[in-house]
Nanobody, 122 residues
């Protein structure tokens, strides 16, 4: 079993930056994929970014390319999402997720955090 805890959400102005953290505990096998998703009110949850734990391969949704960066600290079992040039449409609850596979960023995820609210004001 894997437990995920997000932190770092908050209120920022458009154009600002924020860094989200996801602390992981437990085991998801020897290798796995970590991802960030978001869900705005009245909308479905959407994929944001993913990273392979072993090699650091990354994949991003088109809407965040060039603005967001996903990274991981293997020693600290932590995944980050650096968000720059934030827009009001980035407002959502952001979720950290873990998939028990080597690298399937758009595949099914097995474990989820509780989410952290990000609000971008205009």
């Amino acid at each position: 079993q894997v437990q995920l805890v997000e932190s770092g959400g908050g209120l920022v102005q458009a154009g600002g930056s924020l860094r989200l953290s996801c602390a992981a505990s437990g085991r998801a096998g020897s290798t796995f994929t970590m991802g960030w998703f978001r869900q705005a009110p009245e909308k479905e949850r959407e994929f944001v970014a993913a990273i392979s734990w072993s090699h650091g391969f990354t994949h991003y949704a088109d809407s965040v390319k060039g603005r967001f960066t996903i990274s991981r600290d293997r020693a600290g079992n932590t995944v980050y999402l650096q968000m720059n040039s934030l827009k009001p449409e980035d407002t959502a609850v952001y979720y950290c997720a873990c998939a028990a596979n080597y690298w399937r960023p758009r595949g099914e995820y097995d474990y989820w955090g509780q989410g952290t609210q990000v609000t971008v004001s205009s």
